[in-house]
C-alpha cells in the first residue's frame, strides 16, 4: 500500500491532475470516479488506484474484476485515505482513479472517413470553460458527431474537469488539438470539401433552414469574444441562431448543440 | 468611502453571497460586474457598491450616469479596494456590484397570460449545477419561453454562479421556485391545459416529431439521478431525445435547450 504523498507514482499523478504542460509531455492524463474508470477503455489503462479497503469491498471487487477483465496487465495499487485524498481533484473522493495514455486521433478520424459518414464536425477556438468543452464532447457522441478538433489556445481538454463533464465520451469522440488551427480549416475547405459554418452576426440564414447533410463543421468561439477575425473570416457561410428578448448570445455549449442536433435531425434514417 | 469589512453594509453583501438562506429572507441579491449591474432594471436596484477611483475613471462616469438615469435614487458607495475584494464573489473583480430587490413573479406571469402566448415552460427538478441552471435561464430567454418553474431543493437561482450565467437572462424570464412542485404541475394539466412533457427512458416518440404548438412545459431533472419518480408519474406525455453512441444522457442544460429551441422552431413566424 502507498502510505506517502512523497512516493514518485502519488507526485506524478498531482502534477498530472494539475499542469496541462505534464499531461502532455507525458501524454498521459487522470480519470476519476469508479463509474468513470469503468468507461476507459482497456488498452488505454495503465495503473489504477485504489483507496484502502475498496478492493475488499463487493463494489470493489466487481470493480476490480471489470478493470482485469479488458486490461489483464494493468497495475492496480492501494493507497492509503490521505494518500488518496491529496491525490484526488475532487472535494469527495469515490476512491478509485486512474492513470490513462492519450489516444492519438488523425484529421482523417476526426472527419469520419473510415466510417464512411459524411464528415460532422465541431470547431472549438479557444474556449476556455472546462464544463462548455466536456459538454460539448459528451453531446458530440449523442448527436453522432464524427469529431472535434480544438485549437491549443482552449482550455486543455485533458484536464480533470473537462474529463469529468465529457461523461466518458472523451473516448469514444475522435478528437484532435491543432496549432495552426486557420491552416486545419482552409485544409477542411479545400482538401475534404467541408462546408465550415460560423455562427455570425453576418449571418442571414436561420441554421434550420440550411442543409448540413453534406460535410459540414460548426465553429464555436471563446464564451466572451467570440470567434476572432482572422477564423470566422475563413468561414464557408454564415449562419444565424434565432434569439428572442434582449440576449445577445447564446452559451457556447448550448449553441453547438443546437448545430449538432441540427445535423443529427437532417441525416437520421429512422 | 467604505474602508472596514466591519461595516454592517459589507458585512451583509458577503452574508448574501454566502447564504441563500440569508437572500430567502431579505429577498436581495447580490449582482456583480459593470455589465451586469448595468442590465438591472432600475426599480430593482438598492444600492451600489464602486471601488475606490472608479467613479472617477471614464468608464466610471459613463456607467454612474446611466445607473442614475435608470435609478434616480440609488446609493452609490465607494469602497476601498481590499474592503471591495472582500465582498466579491470572483476571483478577479470588475470593481463594481449591487444589492439588487428579486422580483415577485405569479404562476400567470410564468405562463405568459398577460402575453396571450401559449405557456412554454421549463420546470426544473432538483436541479444542483449553478452553471446548468444559469445557462436554461439564457436559453429560455433566447427561445422565447414564457418562464421557468423551480423546486425548491434546486440550487438558489439567485447564488452568485447562478446570476453570472444567466447573463442577465434572470430580470428577463419570469420564475417562481415552488415548494410542491407536485402540487403545481397538477395545476398546470388540470387548469391551465398545460401538456406536461418528461424527458424519459419511458419515451418512445422523438421530441421532434410531436407538437409543441400548445401549452408546453418540459420537466428536466437532477443531473445525477434525473426526474424523481413521484414527479415523471406526472408527466402528460414522455419524450425522448435520440441520441448515438453509448451516452446515456445529455447535459441537464443541453436536453431543456433542445426542447425549447424544438418549440420555438414550431412556433416561428418568421
Known amino acids: 500500500m502507498i502510505t506517502s504523498t512523497n512516493s514518485n507514482q502519488i507526485k506524478n499523478i498531482i502534477a498530472l491532475n494539475k499542469k496541462a504542460r505534464e499531461r502532455k509531455a507525458q501524454r ?10 469503468a468507461e476507459v477503455p482497456g488498452e488505454l489503462l495503465t495503473a489504477v488506484f ?3 479497503g475498496f478492493e475488499n469491498s463487493p463494489e470493489g471487487r466487481s470493480f476490480i474484476k471489470e478493470i ?17 485524498k491529496a491525490m484526488s481533484d475532487t472535494v469527495t473522493p469515490q476512491g478509485v482513479l486512474a492513470l490513462v495514455k492519450m489516444q492519438e486521433f ?20 479557444t474556449l476556455q470553460d472546462p464544463g462548455n468543452m ?26 480533470p474537469k473537462v474529463v469529468r463533464s465529457t461523461m466518458g465520451s472523451i473516448f469514444r469522440v475522435p478528437h484532435i488539438i491543432v496549432q495552426d488551427l486557420a491552416g486545419v480549416i482552409k485544409e477542411l475547405e479545400n482538401q475534404y470539401g467541408v462546408a465550415v459554418y460560423a455562427a455570425h452576426l453576418k449571418g442571414y440564414r436561420y441554421y434550420d433552414e440550411m442543409d448540413f447533410t453534406g460535410p459540414s463543421a460548426f465553429m464555436i468561439g471563446n464564451e466572451g469574444n467570440g470567434l476572432s477575425d482572422e477564423i470566422s473570416e475563413l468561414a464557408t457561410s454564415y449562419l444565424k441562431i434565432p434569439m428572442e428578448g434582449q440576449l445577445e448570445s447564446l452559451n457556447a455549449s448550448v449553441a453547438a448543440s443546437l448545430l449538432m442536433y441540427e445535423t443529427h435531425r437532417q441525416r437520421k434514417n429512422r
Open 134 to 159: 466536456g459538454t460539448i464532447i459528451r453531446t458530440a457522441e449523442g448527436a453522432g458527431a464524427t469529431g472535434v478538433i480544438i485549437n491549443s489556445t482552449s482550455v486543455d481538454l485533458y484536464s
Open 50 to 52: 485504489c483507496v484502502e
Open 106 to 125: 488523425t484529421l482523417e478520424d476526426v472527419l469520419g472517413i473510415k466510417q464512411a459518414k459524411p464528415a460532422h464536425l465541431v470547431i472549438l477556438e
Open 68 to 84: 482485469l477483465d479488458k486490461a489483464p496487465d494493468v497495475v492496480i495499487e492501494e493507497v492509503a485515505t490521505n494518500v488518496f
Open 28 to 37: 498521459l492524463f487522470v480519470v476519476e470516479g469508479i463509474r468513470a474508470v
